[in-house]
């Protein structure tokens, strides 16, 4: 098992910026990618943003890309979302996820544990 506590979330106006943290425990962290999902409202969730096993390797949404960056602490347990430039369509529940699955898998199916999430809210 591996438990997932997400923090950071808020409100904060367009243009402005938000760190996400995603801190982990359980089996050892350094096993899995990690992700990022989010889900609006009246949406369906959706990939933001994976980092590998070591953090050498990531992939983002094009939506976020430039914007966005993914980051882990190993040492700390710890996963990272930097949102920077956000919009109102950043809007969302973010939620990260843990996956033993190869090959940046951008599909929920694919992870394995989930955090509870923490929302994000961008007004104009």
């Known amino acids: 098992q591996v438990q997932l506590v997400e923090s950071g979330g808020g409100l904060v106006q367009a243009g402005g910026s938000l760190r996400l943290s995603c801190a982990a425990s359980?089996?050892?962290?350094?096993?899995?990618?990690m992700g990022w999902f989010r889900q609006g409202p009246g949406k369906e969730r959706e990939f933001v943003a994976i980092i590998s096993r070591g953090g050498s390797n990531t992939v983002y949404a094009d939506s976020v890309k430039g914007r966005f960056t993914i980051s882990r602490d190993n040492a700390k347990n710890t996963v990272y979302l930097q949102m920077n430039s956000l919009k109102p369509e950043d809007t969302a529940d973010y939620s990260c996820?843990?996956?033993?699955?190869?090959?940046?898998?951008?599909?929920?199916?694919?992870?394995?544990?989930w955090g509870q999430g923490t929302q994000v809210t961008v007004s104009a």
């Open positions: 996820a843990a996956t033993r699955s190869f090959g940046a898998p951008t599909s929920p199916l694919q992870y394995a544990y």
């Open positions: 359980g089996r050892t962290f350094s096993n899995y990618a």
